[in-house]
C-alpha cells in the first residue's frame, strides 16, 4: 500500500 | 489600501481557474511586493502556491500588508463577469470587509464594478525552502497535461523516474500498463516544445495522477512547466508568468507504508 504523507512533514509551519 | 491594474482579466481567470478545484477559501496576501497565495488542498497532500509580483501589475500600489479572505467560488462568478481581455483593478481598504473588482473594456466605455465579501481565514503557511532539486524536468505544459490525463485512464498513480536516459513516466492498473519515455529536445524553431532536463542524480518517485491532471489545469497560463524533484521530498510543478510571478504546485509523495 502507498501512502501520502501530509505536506506538514516535509515543511515546517512559517 | 490596496489598488491593483492589470492589464488583462484572463491573466486572474486563468489562475483563479486552475486553482479552484484544489483549494476553496483562501486568503490573498497583498503587500509592497504584490499579491501572493499559499493554500494546502483539504486532505494536506498538495499546496498551491501563487505569486504576483507587483510588476505585473500597473499601476501597482499597496501600503501596508492586507490579507484578503476570498471563497475561490464566488471569485469565480465575479470574474465570469469580465470579459477576457478587459483591464482588471482591485481595490481594497486597509481593514476591509469586501474587496471591490472593476472591469473596463479598452474597446468600449464600458465599465463594470463588483464587490466580493470578505472572510475571515485562519490559514496554516508553510515555510517551504529553497530547495536543490536532483532533477529539473522543463518541458511543454501541453505535453505534461497529456501525460497525466493518457495515464489516469490507466491508473491513481504514475511513477517519474528520471535518469541520464531521460524521464520516463509510467503507470500500471486493472487494464495494463503505460508508460511515456522523453528525452532532451531542442527545437529552434519552437522552443516551446523543448524538453529541457537537468540531472545531478537519478531519481524515482510515484505520484498521485489526480492531483497531478488538477494542477495541469494552469497549462493556459504557460508554454512550458517545470518539474522539481528529489527522493522522498514533494514535486514542484511550477508554471512561470510574466514579471517573475509563478503558479506553483506542490504533492507529497506516495510512499510504501
Same mark, same amino acid.
Given at each position: 500500500?502507498?501512502?501520502?504523507?501530509?505536506?506538514?512533514? !516535509? !515543511?515546517?509551519?512559517? | 489600501?490596496?489598488?491593483?491594474?492589470?492589464?488583462? @482579466?484572463?491573466?486572474?481567470?486563468?489562475?483563479?481557474?486552475?486553482?479552484?478545484?484544489?483549494?476553496?477559501?483562501?486568503?490573498?496576501?497583498? /503587500?509592497?511586493?504584490?499579491?501572493?497565495?499559499? @493554500? +494546502?488542498?483539504?486532505?494536506?497532500?498538495?499546496?498551491?502556491? +501563487?505569486?504576483?509580483?507587483?510588476? =505585473?501589475?500597473?499601476?501597482?500600489?499597496?501600503?501596508?500588508?492586507?490579507?484578503?479572505?476570498?471563497?475561490?467560488? =464566488?471569485?469565480?462568478?465575479?470574474? &465570469?463577469?469580465?470579459?477576457?481581455?478587459?483591464?482588471?483593478?482591485?481595490?481594497?481598504?486597509?481593514?476591509?470587509?469586501?474587496?471591490?473588482?472593476?472591469?473596463?473594456?479598452?474597446?468600449?466605455?464600458?465599465?463594470?464594478?463588483?464587490?466580493?465579501?470578505? +472572510?475571515?481565514?485562519?490559514?496554516?503557511?508553510?515555510?517551504?525552502?529553497?530547495?536543490?532539486? @536532483?532533477?529539473?524536468?522543463? +518541458?511543454?505544459?501541453?505535453?505534461?497535461?497529456?501525460?497525466?490525463?493518457?495515464?489516469?485512464?490507466?491508473?491513481?498513480?504514475?511513477?517519474?523516474?528520471?535518469?541520464?536516459?531521460?524521464?520516463?513516466?509510467?503507470?500500471?492498473?486493472?487494464?495494463?500498463?503505460?508508460?511515456?519515455?522523453? &528525452? =532532451?529536445?531542442?527545437?529552434?524553431?519552437?522552443?516551446?516544445?523543448?524538453?529541457?532536463?537537468?540531472?545531478?542524480?537519478?531519481?524515482?518517485?510515484?505520484?498521485?495522477?489526480?492531483?497531478?491532471? /488538477?494542477?495541469?489545469?494552469?497549462?493556459?497560463?504557460? /508554454?512550458?512547466?517545470?518539474?522539481?524533484?528529489?527522493?522522498?521530498?514533494?514535486?514542484?510543478?511550477?508554471?512561470?508568468?510574466? /514579471?517573475?510571478?509563478?503558479? &506553483?504546485?506542490?504533492?507529497?509523495?506516495?510512499?510504501?507504508?
Amino acid at each position: 500500500v502507498l501512502l501520502q504523507k501530509n505536506l506538514k512533514n !516535509y !515543511y515546517i509551519k512559517a | 489600501m490596496l489598488e491593483a491594474r492589470l492589464e488583462q @482579466a484572463n491573466l486572474l481567470k486563468k489562475v483563479v481557474d486552475a486553482i479552484k478545484d484544489l483549494v476553496q477559501d483562501c486568503n490573498f496576501d497583498c /503587500n509592497d511586493s504584490g499579491i501572493a497565495l499559499q @493554500a +494546502m488542498d483539504n486532505s494536506h497532500v498538495a499546496l498551491v502556491s +501563487m505569486m504576483l509580483k507587483s510588476e =505585473s501589475f500597473s499601476p501597482f500600489r499597496c501600503d501596508r500588508n492586507i490579507a484578503l479572505g476570498i471563497n475561490l467560488g =464566488s471569485l469565480t462568478k465575479v470574474l &465570469r463577469c469580465a470579459q477576457n481581455e478587459d483591464i482588471l483593478t482591485l481595490k481594497a481598504e486597509d481593514a476591509p470587509d469586501v474587496v471591490n473588482l472593476v472591469f473596463e473594456s479598452a474597446e468600449t466605455d464600458r465599465i463594470s464594478e463588483y464587490d466580493i465579501k470578505l +472572510m475571515d481565514i485562519d490559514q496554516e503557511h508553510l515555510g517551504i525552502p529553497e530547495t536543490e532539486y @536532483a532533477a529539473t524536468i522543463t +518541458m511543454p505544459s501541453a505535453e505534461f497535461q497529456r501525460i497525466c490525463r493518457d495515464l489516469s485512464a490507466l491508473s491513481e498513480s504514475v511513477s517519474i523516474e528520471c535518469s541520464k536516459e531521460g524521464v520516463k513516466f509510467n503507470c500500471q492498473g486493472d487494464i495494463g500498463s503505460g508508460s511515456i519515455h522523453l &528525452r =532532451s529536445h531542442t527545437n529552434v524553431d519552437k522552443p516551446e516544445l523543448n524538453v529541457e532536463i537537468d540531472l545531478t542524480e537519478p531519481v524515482s518517485l510515484t505520484f498521485s495522477l489526480k492531483y497531478l491532471v /488538477n494542477f495541469c489545469k494552469a497549462s493556459g497560463l504557460s /508554454n512550458q512547466v517545470k518539474l522539481c524533484l528529489s527522493n522522498e521530498v514533494p514535486l514542484l510543478v511550477e508554471y512561470a508568468l510574466s /514579471n517573475n510571478s509563478y503558479l &506553483r504546485f506542490y504533492l507529497a509523495p506516495k510512499i510504501g507504508d
